[in-house]
């Protein structure tokens, strides 16, 4: 039997909380084991963008979520913003990837200059000192100085910046198209199939001469 895979994955206060959710929708239906972490300001961000009511309290949002997308509890595991005992908190827990989707802007500060103030800092803060695929997803624009200084650095530490900007060589014809393309890339960074979206090369391309 084939062991499930598991992913952290973490929503901050950008907007773009579609694409977080998405994203751990996809992972479940993967039968991926998630480790889920959300700030404060992310849930403020879902409550505006999407029809989306999380409470607060870690078991009740973990109950929410588990009734939400059908499934137990061992497979769907919320952890608190300061549970310092969460396995992705430590060197010597469980090396997984780890995704933050979406990634506010002060996320990437954090993680850049090593502040681990929280649960989702310090996992990140373990993802690049344990050398773990980190994968980041600001949704800003536009970008100031700072932000780029701040992904710049990140990329040379490992981490993999991938913006939440959706193309549209597909022919998207809906927001969840677009939403489902960034989604598709950040999967296959994981290597976890998907069929959100055919990669490049594999489905008939217009004629660029016609």
């Known amino acids: 039997m084939t062991a499930r895979r598991t992913v952290a994955l973490a ?4 907007s773009g909380a579609q694409y977080g959710l998405r994203l751990l929708q996809c992972l479940l239906a993967a039968d991926c084991r998630v480790y889920f972490m959300i700030s404060k300001a992310a849930q403020l961000v879902v409550a505006t963008e999407t029809e989306y009511k999380l ?3 870690t078991r009740a949002l973990q109950n929410v979520l588990c ?3 059908g499934v137990a509890a061992d497979q769907l595991q ?3 913003r300061e549970d310092w005992f969460a396995p992705p908190a430590s060197g010597s827990g469980e090396p997984v990837p780890l995704v933050i989707c979406p990634c506010s802007t002060g996320t990437l500060s954090a ?5 681990s103030n929280n649960l989702i800092e310090r996992a990140g803060d373990v993802a690049l000192k344990e050398r773990r695929p980190l994968i980041l ?5 536009p ?3 700072i932000h780029l200084e701040n992904m710049l650095r990140l990329t040379r530490m490992g981490a993999v910046v991938m913006p939440a900007s959706p193309g549209f060589y597909h022919q998207p014809a809906s927001i969840h198209d677009l939403i489902d393309f960034v989604v598709a890339r950040i999967l296959d960074h994981l290597t976890i199939p998907q069929t959100l979206m055919p990669r490049w090369g594999e489905s008939p391309q217009p004629d660029s001469e016609g």
């Open 78 to 80: 919320v952890f608190g």
């Open 11 to 14: 929503l901050t206060g950008a």
């Open 137 to 141: 997803v600001p949704r800003e624009t």
């Open 55 to 57: 409470p607060s309290a």
């Open 111 to 115: 993680l850049a200059t090593g502040a």
């Open 67 to 69: 009734d939400r997308f």
């Open 143 to 145: 970008y100031s100085e």
